[in-house]
C-alpha cells in the first residue's frame, strides 16, 4: 500500500485512525494554529485523545491545533 493511496497531500487528520496510519508509515505533517505553522515538517511519534507528539518530542493539543499530510507534490508548482 503506497503513502498515496493512504491520505491526499494535504489532508486534514482527525481521527485517532488518521494520526495512528500517519504514525505507522512515517509521513511528514505540518502543524498549523491560525493558519500559521508551529514546527517545521516532520513526522508524528504518538498521540493520545487530547495531543499529538512529533518526533521532536513537541506536543500539540489536538482541539486547538490542525495536523495535515505534506508531500512535496503541494508545492511542485
Known amino acids: 500500500m503506497s503513502n498515496q493511496s493512504i491520505f491526499a497531500p494535504g489532508q486534514e487528520l482527525i481521527t485517532d485512525k488518521e494520526f495512528e496510519l500517519a504514525i505507522k508509515h ?43 499530510t505534506y508531500s512535496e507534490e503541494m508545492h511542485a508548482k
Open 26 to 68: 512515517k509521513l511528514n505533517v505540518i502543524v498549523t494554529q491560525n493558519g500559521v505553522r508551529q514546527r517545521p515538517i516532520t513526522n508524528l511519534s504518538a498521540y493520545n485523545t487530547t495531543t499529538a507528539t512529533l518526533s521532536d518530542g513537541k506536543r500539540f493539543l489536538r482541539s486547538a491545533h490542525k495536523f495535515h
